[in-house]
């Protein structure tokens, strides 16, 4: 009887009864363990993910009174869509284009880059916790709990809205309809050159975003090229931007095919409309070469239904005497493939359209692994001062670049024009990096031959 009492007179909302400390671990799971591991990076920026916060704080209240296993499942499905809706957001993917990637998995190595070790561990070490948090009652059914769980998960909605308001733009970059199309080889120019008297190289640059109030990186930009006397004399230069969206293979589809979109349909139909196609059928040779895998992305499928007669990729590469650079997507080193691209030319028997998408300056840029940025402070000591991560990337490009200026400057090089021009914005996910990068465009350099050469010495 006594028992009875002492229930029958217990406040209903006050004290600490069964109903408030289920909705206390209802709320440890479903908000606070939930949504942790991506608050810490407000301070350093992310991608929004605010709607995010409430899909999961609904589903929360839907399985509350479910069986474990299938409110660990919820809790463990909701973790990793907003993971993989997160990576997409950095990388301008939306999800059904992040989740068709995921089947070229295993030709990348994430283990070789410490922010994917990192996050894979934080990942693991929530789900861990979450197994042994949702043993615990989450049941409640008092309305003003229920109401107060709504309004907390939405209230750290509008917190995450309101911490990411200065990088609206910056995320999630996908073609609006209607959007006015440019791109570098229809405003610089290039294709217009396509008389057969000379070859034309286009080269799109990994991750080589146009630099946004940050003279240093302004000016290191191209410089190799920029400032190679021997370069001036072979070539006028005309620079600009254009704009992106999405990836890597969007910004393929932009400079190859121009419109915007995708390689997804192409890898079962052809598009007579693109570059390449376009050239063969005026008696070009079409070569394109990328530093990775055939197999990523589906490129050996879709490249020659853009109209490219031949292909070389990172087994071409090394056996024609690469060395094999590491990272996240391990392949050849791009700063070997300017002279191969040069033989090629050299012993060609009619003009070419020669394609090549670089490689090893793709995000994260992690130190050693043959990729020779640990030294970056010879491109710009302030770089490695200020921006570590930048610096690594932009010794990538003066390679490249410089490579490519030595191969050109040659007295013997073929007359050529050449378009080097980025494909996307390097998707950092921190604020301190990305925004020294204008969110909406990707610079581009032409180089155009001379009529009349005189070679200057460097």
């Given at each position: 009887?006594?028992?009875?009492?002492?229930?029958?007179?217990?406040?209903?909302?006050?004290?600490?009864?069964?109903?408030?400390?289920?909705?206390?671990?209802?709320?440890?799971?479903?908000?606070?363990?939930?949504?942790?591991?991506?608050?810490?990076?407000?301070?350093?920026?992310?991608?929004?993910?605010?709607?995010?916060?409430?899909?999961?704080?609904?589903?929360?209240?839907?399985?509350?009174?479910?069986?474990?296993?299938?409110?660990?499942?919820?809790?463990?499905?909701?973790?990793?869509?907003?993971?993989?809706?997160?990576?997409?957001?950095?990388?301008?993917?939306?999800?059904?284009?992040?989740?068709?990637?995921?089947?070229?998995?295993?030709?990348?190595?994430?283990?070789?880059?410490?922010?994917?070790?990192?996050?894979?561990?934080?990942?693991?070490?929530?789900?861990?916790?979450?197994?042994?948090?949702?043993?615990?009652?989450?049941?409640?059914?008092?309305?003003?709990?229920?109401?107060?769980?709504?309004?907390?998960?939405?209230?750290?909605?509008?917190?995450?809205?309101?911490?990411?308001?200065?990088?609206?733009?910056?995320?999630?970059?996908?073609?609006?309809?209607?959007?006015?199309?440019?791109?570098?080889?229809?405003?610089?120019?290039?294709?217009?050159?396509?008389?057969?008297?000379?070859?034309?190289?286009?080269?799109?640059?990994?991750?080589?975003?146009?630099?946004?109030?940050?003279?240093?990186?302004?000016?290191?930009?191209?410089?190799?090229?920029?400032?190679?006397?021997?370069?001036?004399?072979?070539?006028?230069?005309?620079?600009?931007?254009?704009?992106?969206?999405?990836?890597?293979?969007?910004?393929?589809?932009?400079?190859?095919?121009?419109?915007?979109?995708?390689?997804?349909d192409l890898v079962d139909r052809k598009d007579d409309a693109c570059i390449p196609a376009q050239l063969a059928a005026k008696g070009y040779d079409t070569l394109a070469?990328?530093?990775?895998?055939?197999?990523?992305?589906?490129?050996?499928?879709?490249?020659?239904?853009?109209?490219?007669?031949?292909?070389?990729?990172?087994?071409?590469?090394?056996?024609?005497?690469?060395?094999?650079?590491?990272?996240v997507f391990p392949g050849a080193c791009d700063r070997d493939i300017p002279r191969q691209i040069s033989a090629r030319l050299k012993s060609a028997e009619k003009p070419?359209?020669?394609?090549?998408?670089?490689l090893n300056s793709h995000l994260p840029v992690p130190a050693g692994l043959n990729l020779n940025v640990d030294n970056c402070e010879r491109v710009s000591p302030l770089?490695?001062?200020?921006?570590?991560?930048?610096?690594?990337?932009?010794?990538?490009?003066?390679?490249?670049?410089?490579?490519?200026?030595?191969?050109?400057?040659?007295?013997?090089?073929?007359?050529?024009?050449?378009?080097?021009?980025?494909?996307?914005?390097?998707?950092?996910?921190?604020?301190?990096?990305?925004?020294?990068?204008?969110?909406?465009?990707?610079?581009?350099?032409?180089?155009?031959?001379?009529?009349?050469?005189?070679?200057?010495?460097?």
């Amino acid at each position: 009887m006594t028992t009875l009492t002492a229930q029958a007179v217990r406040p209903p909302f006050w004290g600490v009864d069964e109903q408030l400390k289920s909705f206390g671990h209802w709320l440890l799971i479903w908000v606070v363990l939930a949504n942790a591991g991506f608050a810490f990076l407000w301070f350093s920026g992310a991608p929004p993910r605010h709607m995010d916060i409430v899909y999961t704080g609904i589903i929360g209240l839907l399985v509350m009174r479910a069986a474990f296993w299938i409110r660990y499942a919820a809790f463990a499905g909701s973790l990793i869509y907003s993971t993989l809706k997160f990576v997409g957001g950095l990388f301008n993917l939306d999800i059904s284009s992040l989740l068709y990637s995921l089947k070229f998995f295993a030709e990348i190595k994430p283990a070789n880059s410490y922010d994917y070790i990192g996050a894979a561990v934080a990942i693991l070490a929530i789900m861990a916790l979450g197994w042994r948090l949702l043993k615990r009652e989450t049941r409640f059914s008092r309305p003003l709990l229920i109401a107060g769980a709504g309004g907390l998960f939405f209230t750290l909605a509008g917190v995450d809205l309101w911490m990411g308001k200065d990088m609206r733009g910056h995320y999630f970059r996908a073609a609006p309809a209607g959007a006015t199309f440019d791109s570098a080889t229809n405003s610089s120019g290039f294709v217009a050159r396509a008389d057969g008297k000379r070859h034309l190289i286009l080269i799109v640059v990994e991750a080589m975003g146009l630099p946004q109030g940050n003279p240093e990186m302004s000016k290191l930009m191209f410089a190799p090229l920029l400032q190679d006397k021997a370069v001036q004399a072979k070539f006028d230069f005309s620079r600009g931007a254009s704009p992106y969206y999405n990836s890597t293979t969007a910004g393929e589809i932009r400079e190859l095919c121009g419109r915007w979109g995708d390689y997804y349909d192409l890898v079962d139909r052809k598009d007579d409309a693109c570059i390449p196609a376009q050239l063969a059928a005026k008696g070009y040779d079409t070569l394109a070469m990328h530093s990775f895998t055939p197999k990523f992305f589906a490129r050996e499928k879709w490249y020659p239904n853009v109209g490219f007669q031949k292909m070389a990729f990172k087994n071409d590469m090394v056996a024609e005497g690469s060395e094999k650079c590491g990272g996240v997507f391990p392949g050849a080193c791009d700063r070997d493939i300017p002279r191969q691209i040069s033989a090629r030319l050299k012993s060609a028997e009619k003009p070419t359209f020669l394609y090549w998408l670089t490689l090893n300056s793709h995000l994260p840029v992690p130190a050693g692994l043959n990729l020779n940025v640990d030294n970056c402070e010879r491109v710009s000591p302030l770089l490695k001062s200020d921006y570590p991560q930048i610096c690594r990337q932009f010794a990538i490009y003066d390679d490249i670049f410089t490579a490519l200026g030595k191969e050109i400057a040659a007295s013997d090089f073929p007359e050529a024009d050449i378009l080097i021009v980025g494909d996307h914005m390097p998707p950092y996910f921190d604020r301190h990096h990305r925004t020294q990068f204008d969110p909406a465009k990707v610079p581009w350099l032409y180089l155009k031959h001379k009529p009349t050469v005189q070679v200057a010495s460097n």
